[in-house]
Every structure is written in structure tokens, then in C-alpha cells.
């Protein structure tokens, strides 16, 4: 057995001082004024986030999570089919069923991680009410504005799951632009964090009013306790909001960092034999560097040998597409060939704000020796 001389996480958090004093100091001030819900911090949230993503709403909610699920209820996908990607997140796919739709898995291409127009088109019904794309590890599909239009063509909507697609850019659009609206995630783990928390984007001015009273228990004033539709509290906490208001103003410093160590792996990859890398189009927010292990490869032995080199394959999306997890038991998986080939190949090389050039080329000596 080889000991590990170092380790490399799949990912790491840095917050860069500079960073910290600004969010000592919000915090600080939502404390004296006793403002620590739904007061300036979530509003320049909102507003710097729309800007950014060049959309006119930005909504906040409390997870990514949150804002798929109220999303499906402002859209009402009561009774109706929403087609989904079987490879994501149960996030995906449990907000339309926690909204009273019904969703329908299809299978991707393995070459973008992305259902394309032929897969769209095979899996469609006459109960289809929209499509829910989501930008797996930053990519977004080559065939977006293809996929939006057939929608349209077909009186569909598009909504994007933008979870790792933080600035994620494609023909100059952002993530979370191209159909009705996108729904973005802060969790930890994400490409920029709060915490917890949520955006839903638009610029649907109807799908955006929706999105706030349903948020929001329903209720137009949202300090008068009066609601006029049955909503729910999915709130993004002004504390937590401070703390995006800030990564928000890093993001783009966080991307190039990782657009950097993303260059350094896509260089070094083309001298291995068989190793496929996943490559974005336009932009990519590199949420996660992924790659197709040559054929044939055991990916548990693989990760097992790396583990023992110090260098963590972890957080794969997904290692276990929807259709096979317990959940979604009797599914029948041979629809899905791409995700099965997809899911069963693919690693995420570890990549993170702040990670060294020294790190990365550690990464790609373990790639090397083991395969
Ligand atoms: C693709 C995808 N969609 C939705 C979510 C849900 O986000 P959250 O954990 O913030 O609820 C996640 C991540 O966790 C995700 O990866």
C-alpha cells in the first residue's frame, strides 16, 4: 500500500479575509439595527444577483431546493408531466413532485451530461407541460437555445436547475436566462455560498410576483398577515444573505481561479490515453472538472488507489443517476443508456477557489500513475 504524502480534498472553502471583515461588519450593523430578516441584505442580494445574471428578477429563498420546489408551484405543474434528467440531484425531480406534477425521467448524452433534442424529442407526451434542463457541473448544453425553441414550438417551458452553474455563460447569456427561468442553490458546497440558500431568476414579470407571495406564506404585504394563496415560508435569512451579498462580489475572481486550474488539467489530460474530459462550450463556473475514465477502467478500484495517494475522486454528478436510487424504484433503467455510461464512467478531479497549480499537477501524477 502507498501512503498518501499529501492530501487533496474534493473541495475546500476559503474565505479571503477582506471577505470576512465585510461580513462581520453586515452582520454586525443587521444586529444594532435589529433588522435580521428580509431587510437590505436580501434586497442588494436580489438586485446585484439579477444584474449579474442580466435578468430582471432575482427572488430569494432558503436552498436551491426551495427555489425548484416554489418555482413548480408558480408554474402549477398540478396534474401535468415535466420531463427531467435522470442524471441530478433528487432536488430536481422532488420539486415537481412536492409542487403535484408528475415527473418524467429521460436519459442524457453522455458527451454534454445533458438530455439533448433527440432524447427531448423522443420522450415527450401530450401531458408534458415543461422541461427542466440542468447544467451539470457548470456545462451548460451546446444545444440550449435549440432546446428552448422546440419548447416554445411546442407551447412548452424551459426552467434551468443552475445549482453548479454560478456564471456559467453560453453565446452570452447566463445560466438561468435561456427559458422561463433558472433556480440556483447556495449550498456549501457550491461555486459560491451563503450558507444556505436559494435564487430563483426570471424575467417573467408574472412567474417573478408568483415566486414572491408564494415564498412568503401566500401574503401580498409581507408584513401583513393576510395571504391570499397557500404558500409556505421559503425565506432567505438576512444573515445569510450578507454572506452572499459578499461571495457574489468574489464570484468572478472565484471562477477565473478555477478557469486556471481547469486549463491546467485540460493541457496535462491530453497525454493520457482514453481519459475524456467534459468540456463547456461557452463559460463554464467549474463547479466540478469532470472526465470519462478510459473503458474498461474499475472506477471503485481507481478511487480506492487515489484515496490511497491522498487525492479524494469524490462528489461525482451523479455516481448514481435518479432511476437507480431507492426512490425512484421501478423505473426501468434500460432507457437509459447515456446516463448509465455517463454515471458509471465519469470523476470530478478536485477543483476549488484558492486550490495551488502544485495541487493540480499532484492530481493529474496520481491520474497518471494509476491508470
Ligand atoms: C443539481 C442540483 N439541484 C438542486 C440542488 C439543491 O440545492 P440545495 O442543496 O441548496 O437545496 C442541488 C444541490 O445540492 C443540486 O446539485
Redesign the pocket.
Known sequence: MTTATRKIPPLRLWFPEEDRKEIHQRIERCLAEGQVAQGSNVREFEERFAEYCGCRYALAVS????A?EVAMWALDVRGKEVLVPTN??L??AAAVLLAGGQVKLVDIDPRTAAPNLDILRRSVSSRTAGVIM?HIGGIISPEIEAIRDWCSSRGLWLFE?C??AHGSELNGKRAGTFGIGGAY???S?KVMTCG?G?MVVSDDQSLAKKVALLRNYGKPEPWVTYSTELGANWRLNELAAAVGVVQLKRLDEMIRWREGIAALYTSRLQSLEGVQPILPHGRSSWYKYIILLPQGVDREKFKGAAKERGVAFAGGVYDLPLHRQPVFAGTPPDHFQGAEEFCSRHVCLPIYYGMTREEAEYVVEVLRAIL
Open positions: 436552498s436551491g431546493g426551495a425548484l441530478t440531484f432536488a430536481t440542468v436547475d445549482a453548479h442553490s447556495f449550498f458546497t444556505e436559494g
